[in-house]
């Protein structure tokens, strides 16, 4: 085994400007983390709201690490969040704001028509040099990266949610992404205080391809009776030692998210047993329980 593009310690990175396209859950936390690094970032919306409320979480969050970083000098820590705050700058066209990136992070909805129509567009205004990633859960980098030309400079770079916390990112190499591309996702992610892995581009890559399924069979064991939410999560937590059950964790993820990602994996893997669909979760879908963000899914939220 050779371990020696996982580790974690950070280092320098020769991308300086970052270009995030999505200023939502994912987009806003990508942009903070880079920024918190020292990255020049611009955080491209089509939304002008979703940018403006991208900041003002973005303030807030950053807040938190000052207040954890700087305990006993509340005015350095007042310094780093506004330099932080600093670095970013906002756009609503992707176009004018992908003109200086070294990178690009697409964090857009999870379409892939979608997702073609900007890569399509940023291939030809992108400098050449200029990297671009997806940070797709359950799409398939090469799909994504099919309509650019520069499919050398194409790869994954999937974060996690919430974005700041966790501290893995997984880096997807395409079939044609090359060897130095590779290591300036790798030696970016790094920068940023992540650590980084390895991962091919099939389904889920590795944490989607072990948590979507093992979510799936918890619904299945709540739908069929055999335990109460409330028992499977107290289950995974104390005895797999899980922060969150898996109930819990569809809920934070967006049940509406989860399915998609199933429906999307059945749709091109009809025999997987994992991969089909469940009624109880198109149920709570259909009724607009979508977890966290619209108050109910498994569990009610004030
Ligand atoms: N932004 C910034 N900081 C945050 C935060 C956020 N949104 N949420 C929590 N934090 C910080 C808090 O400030 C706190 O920091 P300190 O402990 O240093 O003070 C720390 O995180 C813990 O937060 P809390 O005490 O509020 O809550 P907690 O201990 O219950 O942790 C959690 C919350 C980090 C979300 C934890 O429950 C957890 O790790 N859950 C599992 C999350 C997970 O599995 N994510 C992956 C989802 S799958 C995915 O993202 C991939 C995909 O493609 C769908
Ligand atoms: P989100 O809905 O919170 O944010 C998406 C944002 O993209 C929206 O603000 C929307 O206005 C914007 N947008 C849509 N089309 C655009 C375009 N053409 N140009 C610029 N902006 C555009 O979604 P999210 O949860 O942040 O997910 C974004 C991506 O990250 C998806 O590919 C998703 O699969 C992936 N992802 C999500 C999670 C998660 O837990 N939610 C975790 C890892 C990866």
Redesign the pocket.
Known sequence: ITRQFSCSSAVQSAIKNVTVIGGGL?GS?IAQVAAQAGQNVTLVDVNGDILAKAQK?IGN?LG??AK?MYKDNPQEGEKFVSEAMGRIKTATDPVSGSQTADLVVEAIVENIDIKHQLFQKLDQVAPDHTIFASNT??LSVNEIGAVVKRKDKFGGL?????????RLLEVVRGAETSETTYRSMMDWGKALGKTCITCKDTP?FV??RL??PYIAEAIRLFERGDASAEDIDIAMKLGAG???GPLE?AD??GLD?NKF?LDGWHKKYPDQQLFKPIPLLNKLVSEGKLGVKTGEGFYKYE
């Open positions: 994912m936390g979480s969050n938190r690490v954890k859960s359950s999937h974060f996690f949610n919430p974005v700041p916390v966790m889920g944490v989607n948590l979507v899980y922060p969150m964790l934070y993820v998210t990602i």
